[in-house]
């Protein structure tokens, strides 16, 4: 399958981030998901402030998160075609994921590879806000890290309030 897989790396990182595992994190993630065409996705990998800065614009929520999806919306008016396919950005905190990735004991590479594909899954629509949605959202996310032979990679339980 053909995709347009889009990325964005702050020079502060690049050394250290295999552009070519992100891209198959996110086109292996579209594959699973039997997308056709040449679906068009954008990874951007950004810091802590902005990220702080993008949560609390889009989530209300002024801390640092691992992962955040931006889905386009195709109802939007396209006359020059140019986004038909576009199915929109992940934006992935790099020093989160490197935080995450001591925690749980696996590469800072392995962790974006892991937010890759949930930010992608997000895009197709799947959710984790609620226990079922998760439960759905984990198993495809499963088959597509195994896939990756990334099996070992387990996604962070979501904090709850409360």
């Known amino acids: 399958m053909a995709s347009n897989v889009e990325l964005q790396i702050d020079e502060r990182w690049a050394p250290q981030v295999d552009p070519a595992r992100l891209q198959r ?14 679906p068009g996705v954008t990874v951007v990998l950004v810091g802590d402030e ?16 691992d992962v955040l999806s931006f889905p386009y919306d195709q109802s939007e008016p396209d006359p020059s075609g140019e ?8 934006v992935i905190c790099y ?14 590479q392995n962790e974006l590879d892991l937010l890759a594909v949930h ?17 759905l959202m984990w198993a495809h996310q499963e088959r597509v890290l195994h896939r990756l ?10 904090k709850t309030n409360g």
């Open 25 to 38: 994190a996110v086109t292996t993630t579209l594959e699973v998901e039997g997308i056709s065409g040449e």
């Open 50 to 65: 902005e990220m702080i800065h993008l949560h609390e614009a889009y989530r209300n929520e002024p801390v640092t998160t």
């Open 83 to 90: 986004m038909v396919g576009y199915l929109g950005d992940v």
């Open 95 to 108: 020093p989160q994921a490197a935080r995450q990735a001591e925690e749980e004991g696996h590469s800072t």
């Open 119 to 135: 930010g992608t899954l997000h895009l197709l629509g799947y959710d984790d806000e609620t226990a079922n949605d998760q439960l």
């Open 149 to 158: 032979s990334l099996g070992a990679v387990a996604p962070r339980p979501p």
